[in-house]
């Protein structure tokens, strides 16, 4: 008898990933503004690449994007199902600390972005630290800003404690207003030239901040190569370990920028064969797909959120009955892909059961056993058997051909998957 786990509820992940989001400030403004005073300290005379902004385009990127604004794009995302992860810079572009607010604006619009950011946008995305400013390095001492940036020195950070210490920073204060993080993500390349010392020092922050042995950080977005979910200084016997959530489309919204305007298309073509997701979907592998908060906002315009909306309407097209594809958090995604790969499975045929022993708990494991079984249990419990993979959820199971499919939440410890 085989047995293989296969993805969560014998669908593809799909998740949204949003970065550069943070309350109140529109970070684009302020990156390319400091980039390039920074610049002319640093470089006299030396034009600002392309990647550094277009400062003549400054007087069109407003200093805010509003919490209505917020409201109506979460509210959408909720709607529609849409899951992913969030961004929240904690202290953005040095700007205001999110545990202390934006002293320069409205106070109201910095309590209506907490209760955003709690209310809706948490039940469906993780929200995560994407460092500390997103724009220079802070020293921790005084909560000054360094000449050195998070994503241009740091992409080559100090490996000692300093970097811990950097992230704790982040994650405390994230904290601080009642938002425990499931992982970090990356501004721009911070970190990419020590990815081992960065993930050591990921998961070091959170076991210490959160007590949380299982995050989760978001570096690599890849469109030459078929995604996966690379699991890091796994520890089975302690059950620790970190994921690289690695993305495979974007940024074709609104940009980073906010006036790089996108297309639906290049994510995935009217015809639902085009564009760089079908490939993907039809090797069944992890969807992640990213846009930038100031992209989706586009100066007002809102034509990000459009691309969005194409695109979401296109995936829909792509499975109209809900039986291809599952949208999840990052979080889920990371935890499911460690049950996936450091679970281990003993077969008992001649006690018609299997063990499966895990300590890395997750929701809808999903395992094919390739025979037809019938009086699936789970710890003596009896599943519900089902007809359809459009009724197909946890606790069910369901023969198709020559196989069985059972899906369960795996819990931390030993499981008994019995038949008759
Ligand atoms: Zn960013």
Same mark, same amino acid.
């Given at each position: 008898m085989e047995i293989s786990v296969c993805n969560p509820l014998f669908r593809t992940p799909l998740s949204l990933i949003v970065d550069d989001s943070c309350p109140v400030i529109n970070l684009t403004h302020y990156w390319i503004h400091q980039r390039h005073k920074w610049k002319a300290r640093h470089q006299p005379g030396v034009k600002p690449d392309r990647w550094e902004g277009n400062a003549t385009k400054l007087k069109e990127i407003p200093q805010t994007i509003p919490a209505d604004f917020a409201w109506e794009w979460a509210e959408w995302c909720w709607e529609n199902g849409v899951k992913g992860k969030f961004s929240l810079i904690p202290f953005p572009a040095g700007v205001g600390r999110i545990d202390e607010g934006f002293p320069d604006f409205p106070n109201d619009e910095y309590q209506s972005w907490l209760r955003i950011y709690r209310e809706i946008i948490w039940p469906n995305f993780d929200l995560t630290p994407e460092m500390l400013t997103h724009t220079a390095v802070m020293n921790l001492d005084s909560l000054t800003p360094t000449e050195e940036w998070e994503q241009v020195e740091w992409?080559? =950070? =100090?490996?000692?404690?300093r970097l811990t210490d950097y992230i704790i920073t982040s994650m405390e204060m994230l904290n601080n207003v009642g938002i425990p993080c499931e992982g970090v993500t990356s501004p &721009?390349?911070? &970190?990419k030239q020590q990815e081992d010392a960065y993930s050591k020092a990921v998961l070091t922050a959170s076991k210490e901040v959160n007590n949380n042995s299982c995050p989760f950080y978001f570096l690599w977005l890849k469109h030459d190569e078929l995604p996966d979910i690379p699991l890091y200084h796994v520890d089975k016997e302690h059950g620790t370990a970190i994921a690289s959530i690695v993305a495979c489309a974007g940024d074709w919204f609104g940009g980073w920028t906010g006036y790089d305007l996108g297309n639906a298309d290049q994510f995935i073509t009217d015809d639902l064969t085009g564009g760089r997701l079908p490939p993907i979907l039809d090797k069944e592998l992890p969807c992640v797909i990213v846009g930038h908060w100031p992209g989706f906002y586009f100066n007002g315009e809102k034509s990000g959120f459009d691309v969005l909306k194409t695109v979401k309407e296109r995936l829909d097209n792509y499975d109209p009955d809900g039986t291809k594809t599952i949208w999840m958090k990052t979080s889920e995604i990371a935890h499911y892909w460690m049950s996936r790969e450091l679970s281990e499975i003993t077969i008992n045929n001649e006690q018609s059961n299997m063990i499966i022993s895990t300590k890395f708990p997750t929701t809808n494991y999903t395992v094919v056993i390739d025979s037809q079984l019938n009086g699936l249990k789970i710890n003596g419990v009896e599943l519900r058997k089902v007809n359809t993979l459009r009724d197909f959820q946890r606790d069910t199971y369901l023969i198709k051909e020559k196989e069985t499919i059972i899906a369960f939440d795996l819990e931390f410890g030993e499981t008994t998957l019995g038949w008759n």
């Open positions: 992409v080559n =950070p =100090p490996i000692d404690n &721009g390349a911070f &970190g």
